[in-house]
C-alpha cells in the first residue's frame, strides 16, 4: 500500500467515525416525529394509508410499538451491529431476513409509512446506546 492510498483510508475511517448518528443526524422536522404519542402516529399514519381500515392500521401501530420499541427489537439490532443504518434496520423489518437477523414483526410491509419515521425511530433508539 503506497503513502496516498493509506492516507485516504485514514481519512476515509475518520470521516465515518465523525459521522453524526442518534439525534444528532435528525433534523427539527425528523424530531418532531419523535414526539407523536400514539393517537398521533395514528393520525400520520392514516394519512399516508387512506385505504386500509383505521382497526388493521391500528392493529399494525400497536404491533410496531410493542415489538420494536417496547421490546427493544431495533435496540438489539443496533447493538449486533452498530454500523446498520437506519435504511438497514428498516429492512430487517420491512424485508424479512437480513445478514442473519429475523425479526418477528410480520405483515409490517402491508402499509406505508410518512416521510422519516424509520429515520427518526431508528435515531432515537440508537441513542439510547449512545447515552
Known amino acids: 500500500m503506497n503513502k496516498s492510498t493509506g492516507?485516504?483510508?485514514?481519512?476515509?475511517?475518520?470521516a465515518h467515525e465523525q459521522r453524526p448518528?442518534?439525534?444528532?443526524?435528525?433534523?427539527?422536522?425528523e424530531k418532531i416525529i419523535l414526539s407523536w404519542n400514539h393517537e398521533a402516529r395514528l393520525r400520520e399514519f392514516q394519512k399516508?394509508?387512506?385505504?386500509?381500515?383505521?382497526r388493521v392500521l391500528e392493529n399494525k401501530?400497536?404491533?410496531l410499538e410493542s415489538l420494536a420499541l417496547d421490546n427493544g427489537e431495533i435496540l438489539d439490532a443496533l447493538r449486533s451491529d452498530p454500523d446498520l443504518t437506519w435504511e438497514m434496520v428498516m429492512d430487517i423489518f420491512l424485508g424479512g431476513p437480513a445478514?442473519?437477523?429475523?425479526?418477528t414483526l410480520h405483515g409490517l410491509e402491508e402499509i406505508h409509512y410518512p416521510?422519516?419515521?424509520w429515520k427518526a425511530i431508528v435515531e432515537n433508539e440508537r441513542e439510547k446506546l449512545i447515552h
Open 99 to 103: 445478514d442473519g437477523y429475523t425479526s
Open 115 to 117: 416521510e422519516h419515521f
Open 7 to 14: 492516507a485516504q483510508q485514514i481519512r476515509a475511517t475518520e
Open 21 to 29: 448518528i442518534g439525534h444528532a443526524l435528525l433534523t427539527e422536522d
Open 48 to 54: 399516508v394509508n387512506v385505504d386500509i381500515d383505521r
Open 61 to 63: 401501530l400497536l404491533q
